[in-house]
């Protein structure tokens, strides 16, 4: 019978027969859960219809039923699986679970399977061999089964469902923290936002103390300019008129040994048109220079973790551009991996965004440099060959970010002989001096790295590898004599053939 001469009640029900039954995996926090779509008796399961029925629980349960569900084992297993699902990796639970509950993928059984992760739904397909579809319609099926959950899973029972939930969520969120790739580089990140920081507000503090020990020994400030060295000068001389020569030692060494200035501060003392005090008065500013004194040794030791942060983090970016410069790249671009991705055009400009976008708007000239700028080598640069420099560095700069990714094994190596090329490149500028090609300073290093490794192997893996080393050579050397004799053979039979034909 031909489809055309059905009437339309038979030529929906003969097209449905050859339609594919569709299937959809609902992930949940209790379990994997498969649903089967039942067909109506129209043709449109389209979106607008799955969107109505989606809302209503009575409708979207005459859409949709409950084919199969496995329970996870536990709050591990779920956490596993969950991660898996993220990942786009098909696990052997889930894999197990497919296997039993669907028709095995051929001709004869059409089953199309609902996946609302597409790339979980790239992977199931590739390695069960199920047509996968993530299309709109699927995803508002799960956004159903999402609202509906609960009931629509009856083995559950109330409540279960959403402490679930809750359970998972919180693992997960304990997870993705506990192994972010990103952990160290937050580390940097927190560190030198707090170094800049500390360094404004030492600097507001400095100059608080100044202004409020200034009434009572205005002459200090000239005298001593350090801001660390003078809250420590304030907090020991406290009254000037009590301030004599025994007190010289305690002033040099607050001064690093420096007797000539110790004494110019005893000089001035007695010398001052400084106003009197009370006592409460000295007691809140000695109070405020402590504070000021802590918080500068802080720096200092924040400065120092920093460093030795950067030198685990990113060894080859510390060695070429600095600690310093290093942190606030790898801060503004976000993590050591998205600093890494940049192109070098992009990392010579960061930091100097505004500038860029106000030049693109007036058609004005583009910045040339952004946090590179802080680096030694464009000021040592010329002024013509400032924006040749930042090219060069931020290219460099890009290399060594790239390198302390995805190196195995940190070393600074790469990043020294960098900073060498740069400095090449400033002398070729200056004095037209050629420099070394790229391609053999790495070669170089890739060598050097590569007898440091001989040298730290024990000695029985050495005595191993060299064995090995050889047995290929006899082999290569018995390959090339069995070749040798089979290219002879043939010529020797050639000759014969010659001399039977001269006879």
Known sequence: MDVASLRPDETNSASFSHQATLFVLFESASG????????????????????????????FGRYIKLKSFAPFKSAAHALENIMDVTEGIVNDHLKSFLELNLPKPGKKNA????VGEKTLAGQIKSILGYDCVSNETVTEL??????????????LKEGDFYRAQLGLGHAYSRAKVKFNVNRSDNMIIQAINLLDQLDKDVNTFSMRVREWYGWHFPELVKVVNDNYQYARCCKLIGNKA??????????????????????????????????????????????FADRVISLTEYRTRLHGYLVSKMHQVAPNLSALIGEMVGAR????????TNLCKYPASTVQILGAEKALFRALKTRGNTPKYGLIYHSTFIGRAATKNKGRISRILANKC??????????????????????????????FYEDGTTPRKNTDVMSGVVKELGDLDDEEMPAEKRKSSDADGEKKKKKKKSKDADADEESEKPKKKKKKSKGDDDE
Do not use: W
């Open 32 to 59: 994997y859960a498969l649903f089967e779509r039942i067909q109506s008796e129209e043709i449109g399961q389209e979106l607008e219809e799955v969107q109505k029925a989606a809302l209503d629980l009575a409708k």
């Open 398 to 427: 890009s290399i060594a970010s790239r390198i302390d990714c995805f190196l195995e094994k940190p070393t600074s190596k790469y990043g020294e002989v960098l900073k060498a090329q740069v400095e090449e490149r400033l002398k």
């Open 111 to 114: 089953a199309q399977l609902g």
């Open 242 to 287: 009590n301030l004599t020569e025994e007190a010289l030692p305690e002033l040099e060494a607050v001064l690093n040994q420096d007797a000539i200035k110790a004494k110019q501060v005893i000089s001035a003392a007695n010398a001052s048109m400084g106003t009197d005090l009370s006592e409460i008065d000295f007691t809140n500013i000695e109070a």
């Open 329 to 336: 790249l790898i801060s503004h671009a976000g993590s050591l």
């Open 142 to 155: 799960i956004r159903g089964l999402r609202l509906h959950g609960d009931k629509m899973l009856r083995q």
